[in-house]
C-alpha cells in the first residue's frame, strides 16, 4: 500500500467518524426541540392567573398592610433587648423573604413567556 492510499483511507475514517458525531449532534437537537415543544405545550394550557400565586396570595396582602400601618405610625420608642425581638424587626425579615419569592415568580413569568412565544414563533 502506498503512502497516498493510506493518507485516503485515513481520510475516510476520519470523514466516517465526524458524521458520526454531526448525526449525534443532529440528533441531541431534534430530542432538545421536541422535548421544548412538549414543555411550551403543557406550559400554553396553564394561564397567566395559575402562575401569579403570590399576587393573589392573602400574605402578601397581609404582609401590604403591616407595611402600611408601621408607614403611617412613626416609631418613637427605643427598642430595648434584641432586636429580633422588634415587630419592626420581623416585618423587615419576612419583607426580604416575601422579595425573593416575587423575584422567583417574576422568573417564572419571564420562562412561560418566553416557552410560550418561541412554540408560536415555531408553528408560524
Known amino acids: 500500500m502506498s503512502l497516498a492510499d493510506e493518507l485516503l483511507a485515513d ?3 476520519l470523514g466516517d ?6 448525526n449525534d449532534q443532529q440528533e ?3 430530542m432538545e426541540a421536541t422535548e421544548g415543544l412538549s414543555e ?11 402562575l401569579a400565586q ?3 396570595s392573602d400574605r402578601l396582602q397581609h404582609m401590604i398592610e403591616l407595611i402600611d ?3 403611617e405610625d412613626p416609631r418613637s420608642e427605643r427598642v430595648i433587648g ?8 420581623q416585618l423587615i ?9 416575587i423575584d422567583n415568580e417574576i422568573s417564572k413569568w419571564i420562562h412561560y413567556v418566553c416557552v410560550v412565544y418561541a412554540y408560536t414563533l415555531i408553528i408560524c
Open 82 to 89: 434584641p432586636v429580633e425581638a422588634d415587630p419592626e424587626y
Open 54 to 56: 403570590l399576587a393573589n
Open 28 to 30: 441531541d437537537q431534534i
Open 93 to 101: 425579615v419576612d419583607s426580604n423573604n416575601i422579595l425573593v419569592e
Open 40 to 50: 411550551a405545550t403543557s406550559l400554553q394550557s396553564q394561564s397567566v392567573v395559575a
Open 17 to 22: 467518524e465526524l458524521g458520526d458525531q454531526e
Open 69 to 71: 400601618t408601621y408607614l
Open 11 to 13: 481520510l475516510e475514517e
